[in-house]
């Protein structure tokens, strides 16, 4: 059934993680009769694995339902369920770009979070219109009249213009679905024009090439069209148009304001980008729509396959994985220690884990992935400014005019009891102090500068220890600010080991330097002969460790007599020792790549 636009919503859920968008999900797809009770599982749009087992929502997903209103309209409903961690903000803009309208949810237990700031701004800078829901409002622990409070503090949304509801027993849905139909305007969308369709998302089938996600902006998509990409000026013939309702459902036409996917036997990942218009070959559009700035990826690592033979495989399993997720960049490298491999760039930590998992489970390749870094930009002499992304690319000393690393605005949002602990742990990170503003008696958002580099690595697992769980956190990049960095350099046996280098602030990379050689010790194993460790800034040694050799005992045989016996074989072991040495490596092991994340627990103690 086709549906006029001024009956279509175009909708997205937007909430901090785990304030329960994807349960929402499934109890809207229950109750307008997409799914049935017995199709109905939790987190049933959530069908990546990795996305059941940690319970987030990591790819946006889109989903058709029908509602007929109290004033016995049908309306036909386009929601596209968005993920709610820091690391995938991007996924969030690209889908609010398909919609008019946002749910901004809200945990009747712990209220206002940061992610939840950051998506309700990303949603008003789109001109969205914001329906905020309070949700699991049948929760003992819940405080309503707190959250109401809190809304309005923060986006001056009055108590009573909530609407409350509970996504687990369906409490409040009747209310939220009116809402919907009400409150989000249809979009504007001319049926009579060419085709300019936007799009969002895609992914790779073996069996059907690469299946686009788009929104249809104006005219109509029908199977069988020949249609051009746009930003490639590629042209194919569709294969087949459908909708999801969850799963893929075959259409005879996508028409003007809605949502659905394609598939044109496009075989290469890279014809297709994120943002590109599509339109027809014949009588088609010549302006294309405004598409999405793609993010600048911030932490690096290097990801290398555990075995050599492996290379080809991992360059095609980062081009399917590229195509689903434009926001993460790959290109080749090699490195003395680990072979060939790829310098991938990730919008952050939990971007790159979930990327290293995706990578293992869907391609079956077991890799090694080297400590992150982040994007540091670098002004020479000359007056040339370079960036780089790892330590290995920084040029001479005497070429560097200065060394500016990537400032980020951080906004945590904690009980205020923890006020204390977070400045502590802020103070260690190098942060700067900005503001706190109170969202309630009981809780604030206080707002700090701190480098990238400082909060990479281990930064919100001690957020949330010192804050018994309860902190939360979302950063934004600011500015690249100068500062007295030095690359701090690694040579294990003589030999500098760019793997294990990393650029540090001055004043604590001696301390860094003697932590990380202590760690090395024990991780790479005795060899036969002594290995020594050294940190060096520039061409000055600052720490130095010392991997004792493994003693045979060549006198056991002698029992007494003359010790000029014992003497000669301890003589003749020690020119052996020097001869292995001479043309003897050694073996790193990966436990040792990544002992630089752990530096400040030894710090610590």
Known sequence: MSFPPERIRNFSIVAHIDH?????????????????????????????????????TIKAKTVRMEYTADDGEKYQLNLIDTPGHVDFGYEVSRSLAACQGALL????????????????????????????VMNKIDLQTARPDEIDEELDQTFGIKPGETIRCSAKSGEGIDELLEAIVTFVPPPVAPRETPLRALIFDSHYDEYRGVIVYICVKEGRLTKNDDILLMSTGRWYSVDEVGVFKPGMQPMDALEAGEVGYFFASIKTIHDVKIGDTVTTRVGGTDESLPGFMNPNPMVFCGTYPTD????????????????????????????????????????????????????????????VQTAPTVTYEILLNSGEIKHIDSPSQLPEVMLIDEVREPIVEANIIIPVEFIGAVMKLMDEKRGEWRKTDYLSQTRVQMTYMVPLAEIIADFYDKLKSNTRGYGTLDYQFAEYRADQLVK????????????????????????????????????????????????????????????????????????????????????????????????????????????????DDEDKK
């Open 20 to 56: 329960g968008k994807s349960t929402l999900a499934d109890r809207l797809l229950l109750k307008t009769g997409t799914i049935s009770e017995r199709e109905f599982r939790s987190q049933l749009l959530d069908d990546m694995e990795l996305e059941q087992e940690r319970g987030i």
């Open 488 to 599: 701090l350099n690694i040579l294990v046996n003589g030999e500098s080991v760019d793997a294990l280098s990393i650029i540090v602030h001055k004043d604590v990379a001696e301390r860094r330097g003697r932590v990380l050689l202590k760690k090395l010790k024990n991780v790479i194993p005795r060899h036969m002969f002594q290995v020594p460790l050294q940190a060096s800034i520039g061409g000055k040694i600052v720490a130095r460790e010392t991997i004792k050799a493994l003693m045979k005992n060549v006198t056991a045989k002698c029992y007494g007599g003359d010790i000029s016996r014992k003497r000669k074989l301890l003589e003749k072991q020690k020119e052996g020792k020097k001869r292995l040495k001479q043309i003897g490596s050694v073996a790193i092991p990966q436990d040792a790549f990544m002992a630089v994340l752990r530096l």
């Open 105 to 132: 949810v809200v945990d009747a237990a712990q209220g206002v979070e940061a992610q939840t700031v950051a998506n309700a701004f990303l949603a008003l800078e789109g001109g969205l219109e914001i329906i905020p």
């Open 308 to 367: 050599s033979g492996d290379y080809e495989n991992l360059r095609t399993a980062l081009e399917k994985l590229w195509l689903n997720d434009p926001s993460f960049s790959f290109q080749p490298e090699s490195s003395d220690a680990l072979g060939f491999g790829f310098r991938c760039g990730f919008l952050g930590l939990l971007h790159m884990e979930i990327v290293q998992e995706r990578l293992e489970r869907e391609s079956g390749i077991e890799v």
